[in-house]
């Protein structure tokens, strides 16, 4: 497996809201549609984190999950962690990113097990998608466990 990140990360130009367009299934987001994950600056350099999503169906039950990520080595800025648990930290790695426009993201941990395409928009162009799952795939990632995420339109 390659858990590489991208080498240039800029933290201000990746904070607000991005949608997942395609997820490895977890526990934690079972059943949960329309999922957007928000990213905001705090005072303490850190970062909150808002996961929010829909239960069954864009018209189910309203769900969010709060949590708090860091940068543990600022010279690995795209080397994240993040936790919504109190003190476990789980990593969160930059694996690919639109690092011009910051419109998409591959987003992955040092386990095979996660794996997430974040777009800023509910809808990723065919063509970025079918990129992203060919790196996927080329790090090492059984692409075919990814489910893709219905999306509201914006």
């Known amino acids: 497996m390659n ?11 990746f904070l607000g809201k991005w949608y997942e367009i395609a997820r490895f299934q977890h526990r934690f987001e079972k059943d949960l549609v329309g999922v957007t994950a928000s990213y905001s600056l ?12 829909y239960k069954d169906s864009l018209t189910g039950e309203f769900k969010q999950a709060k949590g708090i990520a860091k940068i543990p080595d600022k010279k690995k800025p795209a080397q994240l962690k993040v936790s919504f648990f109190w003190i476990f ?29 974040l ?16 790196k996927a795939k080329l790090r090492g ?13 914006v």
């Open 3 to 13: 858990y590489t990140t991208v080498e240039h990360f800029e933290v201000d130009k």
């Open 42 to 53: 705090r005072p303490d350099g850190k970062i909150d984190v808002l996961n929010a999503g």
């Open 89 to 117: 930290y789980a990593d969160y790695f930059v694996l690919e990113l639109d690092t011009v426009n910051y419109q998409w993201a591959l987003i992955g941990s040092s386990s095979d097990k996660y794996l997430w395409i």
């Open 119 to 134: 777009a800023r928009t509910p809808n990723l162009e065919p063509e970025i998608y079918d990129m992203l799952l060919k």
């Open 141 to 153: 990632y059984d692409i075919t466990k990814l489910v893709k995420v219905a999306q509201k339109d």
